[in-house]
T-cell receptor, first 114, second 113 residues
Framework: GENVEQHPSTLSVQEGDSAVIKCTYS??????FPWYKQELGKRPQLIID?????GEKKDQRIAVTLNKTAKHFSLHITETQPEDSAVYFC?????????????FGKGTHLIIQP | DARVTQTPRDKVTEMGQEVTMRCQPI?????VFWYRQTMMQGLELLAY????????DSGMPKDRFSAEMPDATLATLKIQPSEPRDSAVYFC???????????FGPGTRLTVL
């Protein structure tokens, strides 16, 4: 089955700086790669996703890049703000989130220092 | 703003008791997922259904866990008998198979003493 590795487990950055979180996956059949943000005690919420036929996707301050050959994808957050502090999870699936169960990475605790 | 709902939000029980968790997916969604979240293992897929039929329950301990969808508006996850190692947050999520997004419920925090 699919295995998703995520690094780092904790990331501390100064407010206004950029943050990068990286994930690798094992199953070359995976085609859909979402990123979820989870605040303490809350539900995971989708912040951005990418399909394997696209190399990069941006939404305001967040972007995701995918290298299908190397089987890795990354989340980039620019101009970080205090409200970006949370745990971020990457995930992978074959058919897409609405059809298929997600395999998650272990999470990255992002801390934004004022 | 349609949301997945789960009950109960918190459950404390004693080892050996039966626990039932309920989920109401977003109206119109045809796929329902159950995940378990612990500090050690992170978010793990337990089982999922499409159009109320079970598609995959390979992540679920079969001897004590069971998942069902009695109708399109209700999914249940049952643990019998419960054990302390079952303590976790259990999330339900729903989606539509022709789209990509999975929407998570607020979770049920289960503590087994």
């Amino acid at each position: 089955g699919e295995n998703v590795e995520q690094h780092p487990s904790t990331l501390s950055v100064q407010e206004g700086d950029s943050a990068v979180i990286k994930c690798t996956y094992s199953d070359s059949a995976s085609n859909y790669f979402p990123w979820y943000k989870q605040e303490l005690g809350k539900r995971p919420q989708l912040i951005i996703d990418i399909r394997s036929n696209v190399g990069e996707k941006k939404d305001q301050r967040i972007a995701v890049t995918l290298n299908k050959t190397a089987k890795h994808f990354s989340l980039h957050i620019t101009e970080t703000q205090p409200e970006d502090s949370a745990v971020y999870f990457c995930a992978a699936s074959i058919s897409g989130g609405g059809a298929d169960g997600l395999t998650f990475g272990k999470g990255t605790h992002l801390i934004i220092q004022p | 703003d349609a949301r997945v709902t789960q009950t109960p939000r918190d459950k404390v029980t004693e080892m050996g008791q039966e626990v039932t968790m309920r989920c109401q997916p977003i109206l119109g969604h045809n796929t329902v997922f159950w995940y378990r979240q612990t500090m050690m293992q992170g978010l793990e897929l337990l089982a999922y259904f499409r159009n109320r039929a079970p598609l995959d329950d390979s992540g679920m301990p079969k001897d004590r866990f069971s998942a069902e969808m009695p109708d399109a508006t209700l999914a249940t996850l049952k643990i019998q008998p419960s054990e302390p190692r079952d303590s976790a947050v259990y999330f339900c999520a729903s989606g539509l198979d022709v789209t990509d997004t999975q929407y998570f419920g607020p979770g049920t925090r289960l503590t087994v003493l």
